[in-house]
T-cell receptor, first 114, second 111 residues
């Protein structure tokens, strides 16, 4: 089974802190994604990576950065956390090769910024 | 611009009352249409991928179908444990591998 693992289920951070959210996938997938999900707004793409060290901005990249130093690991960084970044964060991965192009998600990280 | 619209936003059913969820999509060439189930506080769980019009896939009480403009998720004789949010996403052919997601249908099945 495909497994996407996010480092924390719940996090509470203070305003202004630098926050790291880690994601690891075990299927050798080329593509990795970070989304945030808020009630009524659906899934919004923050960043996308299609290869090691490669990244593309999504719909809402402001206030976030990412790092992909190894193929299996994709990190989301909140440079200076703010209360409006309180949300559910979801990591996903998918492959480019073959016919199976569906994305698989991690269990989510509920981040609260106080 | 690629778009995916799901309807209804919310659906309440009695146990055993069959119904369908709709996913309308507009993409420049469809590479794949995906359905997910999401329980509260958890990440979406992959259900099905459909690739071409006329294709159908089934899993327990769920059946997904695809036309050139829409996909339907049919739920037959639902049970309370089918209560969840169902998400649909479309992936366009060519270029980026970023899927476009709908906002989901929240399904509640009453016993």
């Amino acid at each position: 089974d495909v497994k996407v693992t996010q480092s924390s289920r719940y996090l509470v951070k203070r305003t202004g802190e630098k926050v790291f959210l880690e994601c690891v996938q075990d299927m050798d997938h080329e593509n990795m994604f970070w989304y945030r999900q808020d009630p009524g707004l659906g899934l919004r793409l923050i960043y996308f990576s299609y290869d090691v060290k490669m990244k593309e901005k999504g719909d809402i990249p402001e206030g976030y950065s990412v790092s992909r130093e190894k193929k299996e690991r994709f990190s989301l960084i909140l440079e200076s956390a703010s209360t409006n970044q309180t949300s559910m964060y979801l990591c996903a991965s998918s492959t480019t090769g073959g016919s199976s192009t569906e994305a698989f998600f991690g269990q989510g990280t509920r981040l609260t910024v106080v | 611009e690629d778009q995916v619209t799901q309807s209804p936003e919310a659906l309440r059913l009695q146990e055993g009352e069959s119904s369908s969820l709709n996913c309308s999509y507009t993409v420049s060439g469809l590479r794949g249409l995906f359905w997910y189930r999401q329980d509260p506080g958890k990440g979406p769980e992959f259900l099905f991928t459909l690739y071409s019009a006329g294709e159908e896939k089934e899993k327990e009480r769920l059946k997904a179908t695809l036309t050139k403009k829409e996909s339907f998720l049919h739920i037959t004789a639902p049970k309370p444990e089918d209560s969840a949010t169902y998400l649909c996403a479309a992936l366009a052919s060519g270029g980026s591998y970023i899927p476009t997601f709908g906002r989901g249908t929240s399904l509640i099945v009453h016993p």
